[in-house]
């Protein structure tokens, strides 16, 4: 399973996208940690130190393991409040982009039926104390939800960073 190599690598959490049920997300966790939350398998891999740490890394794997879940679509916005009370979230990323298509406003991440979907999750996180996130392309469009108390905080994409740079780099040299 995906999640399961990811963890076992040396990855301090993951980020699973399109959980848009509580069933769905109590399946990530239950990938993701230990008996008894849990039902992640042992191996012996780089993240228990190839066998020679196993004990100290079950002791605090299901606390120190990240399971983050994304809101983005409409089913998940419907479903936000359960989602959010699932033991073993530990948070909520929203990925506008495909939450505005999904609510039939693609790209239009300022829509008022999209930023409303978005103070819905804010509010359900709210509510039980867990952190939320978005993802921004800007630092411009994370802004007002760092104000909002938004705290993991994606911006960029890293081919627009790239295009970004290789145009500057052309237009420095006049396209020498």
Known sequence: MPIKKALDIGAAGIIAPQVNSADHARRIVQAAK?????????????????????????????????????????????????????????????????????????????HPDVTGAIERVRTACAEVGLPIGIFGVTPEAVLPYIDRGFTMIVVGVDTVLLAHGAAAMLKATRGV
């Open 34 to 110: 230990y008996a008894p939350i849990g039902q992640r398998g042992l191996g012996i891999a780089r993240a228990h130190g190839y066998g020679l740490k196993v004990r100290e890394y079950m002791e605090r794997a299901n606390d120190d393991t990240a399971v983050i879940v994304q809101a983005e679509h409409r089913d998940a916005i419907e479903q936000i409040r359960e989602i959010v009370r699932v033991e073993g979230v530990d948070g909520v990323l929203i990925g506008p982009y495909d939450l505005s298509a999904s609510l039939g406003r693609p790209g239009a991440v300022d």
